[in-house]
């Protein structure tokens, strides 16, 4: 009877040590990697769809493989820090700032180990982000779109729009980076057309309105808009001012003309996102920042909003209607 004891108590004994092999097999598995999403802005489905794509094209996805923790400044850039620091401290991998420059130079400012990729509009060697870019050098690297860089070609394809136009402006926020240089740029590309270009700032959502009243003084025919952060989280604001002034106005987002703007030309910021989760994959996998060239984004949007166009009197000539990407009627 004792032997029969004994062994049915081992072979219990032996079941429950059994039953905790699999935790015990799971807690020795390695965590998966972490990537620290960092942008200025709001959470957006189809840009964040994109940068999953661009990762799972390096063999990454989200959950099995590797893990996203998200964080969002909600257009507050004072967030920014903290939101880093925050991510340091989770230990991440990889910091990924799409479409946030402003979120680069907040990481840039935190860490010099954490390997950042960042994606945005503006030089990033004249922004100060990079040394260069064929060797960015320290520990960031990423995609530009060199949106700010194409204003002078959204000038002309507002002049074809509303060529008697005689007085163009710019709307700028005199707070960003190398805004100097983009105007600059712009008045030499009105002048050598013999236009005359007005620059009109804004840094609040007040100065936006500002502006605005300022186009009847002034007698604008035609404004661009700069491509920053600021002015993306007000584009309804804006939208809606351009319609109210009836003033043709040319965007550097396609997300302006698909809640009503007139025109717009600029990267494909889908495309973009998606290189930038390409990036975030490759350093995942152990390349350098310092050795990985900054892609110049390739592909490139011209969008036209017909039924605005309409509304405001306005005959698209064919040869812009002809090299549009697309045309929302």
Do not use: C
Not at 113 to 125: C, K, Y
Not at 290 to 315: C, Q, S, W, Y
Request: hydrophobic letters at 45%; zero cysteines; aromatic letters at 6%.
């Amino acid at each position: 009877m004792i032997s029969q004891h004994i062994r049915r108590r081992s072979f219990i004994t032996l079941l429950g040590g059994a039953a905790a092999w699999p935790l015990v097999v799971r807690a020795q598995q390695p965590a998966l990697p972490v990537i620290g999403y960092l942008n200025v802005g709001e959470p957006g489905e189809r840009q964040v769809a994109a940068f999953r794509k661009g990762l799972s094209e390096t063999g990454y996805v989200e959950g099995r493989n590797v893990a996203i923790e998200f964080r969002w400044a909600r257009y507050d850039g004072e967030r920014l820090p903290e939101l880093v620091a925050d991510l340091i401290r989770r230990r991440v991998a990889v910091i990924a700032t799409p479409a946030s420059m402003p979120a680069a130079f907040a990481a840039k400012a935190l860490t010099t180990t954490i390997p950042i990729v960042f994606s945005g509009a503006r030089d990033p060697v004249q922004a100060g982000l990079v040394a260069s870019l064929n060797r960015p050098g320290g520990n960031v690297t990423g995609v530009t779109s060199m949106n700010v860089d194409i204003g002078p070609k959204r000038l002309g394809l507002l002049r074809e729009l509303v060529p008697r136009a005689a007085r163009f402006a710019v709307l700028v926020n005199p707070t960003a980076p190398i805004t100097d240089s983009e105007i600059a740029d712009l008045q030499s590309a009105a002048s050598a057309v013999g236009r005359q270009l007005d620059i009109l700032t804004a840094s609040t959502n007040h100065d936006i309105e500002t502006a605005f009243a300022n186009l009847a003084q002034k007698q604008i025919d035609a404004l661009v808009i700069s491509p920053n952060t600021l002015f993306g989280s007000r584009r309804a604001q804006i939208v809606t001012l351009a319609t109210f002034h009836r003033v043709p106005v040319i965007y550097s987002d396609r997300a302006y003309t698909e809640i009503g703007g007139l025109m717009s030309y600029g990267g494909n910021l889908a495309d973009t996102f998606r290189q930038t989760g390409i990036y975030t994959g490759r350093v995942l996998k152990g390349e350098k920042p310092a050795d990985l060239p900054v892609m110049r984004a390739t592909k490139f949007e011209f969008v036209i909003n017909l039924h605005t166009a309409r509304a405001f009197g306005l005959t698209v000539p064919p040869g812009l209607l002809a090299i549009a990407d697309e045309v929302i009627e």
